[in-house]
């Protein structure tokens, strides 16, 4: 291998900022985009099969997990403020270099929770009570720093 050859960013290093503000979390998952396809034939075509158009974009809800910390409610209190005006937030997952620096940027617009769940109890674990929150938003930006 060459030397000074850069090497694929680590995914175990990462950050999420909500509305700006810097929030732990342990996991994020469902990062995605597709578009739906749209088969096309018109009657004058010498191919035999259909072409193949780019639809919408799709976006899937995100994972969030985190810690559980005493008195820390926020996503409950979040989502049942959602019954009422659906308050939105911009949400950016930042993939970190060794030094911390940003170099790919998730952001989800006008984010705003669908799901709260808590944590599994088990009388035989000493693992820590975890809780998760599914978000939905309306568009995903990808961004290379």
């Keep these: 291998m060459a030397e000074n050859a850069p090497y694929p960013l680590v995914s175990f290093r990462y950050s999420v900022t909500i509305d700006g503000a810097s929030a732990g979390f342990s996991e994020v998952s469902g990062l995605t985009l597709e578009y739906n396809v749209i088969p096309y034939r018109d009657g004058l075509s ?4 259909e ?20 008195s820390d409610n926020k996503f ?11 308050e939105r937030k911009d949400i950016a997952v930042n993939l970190l270099d060794e ?7 998730w952001t989800l617009l006008k984010a705003w929770p669908i799901k709260v769940e808590g944590p599994s109890f088990k009388g035989d674990s000493n693992e820590v009570a975890v809780e998760s929150i599914t978000l939905t938003y ?5 961004e290379a720093k």
Excluded: C, S
């Design 138 to 142: 309306e568009e995903m930006k990808i």
């Design 99 to 105: 030094d911390g620096n940003p170099k790919m940027v």
């Design 76 to 86: 409950f209190d979040w989502i049942t403020k959602n019954h009422n005006k659906m």
């Design 46 to 49: 010498r191919q035999y099969g």
């Design 51 to 70: 072409m193949k158009q780019p639809g919408r974009p799709k976006v899937t809800d995100v994972v969030l997990k985190k810690g559980i910390f005493a």
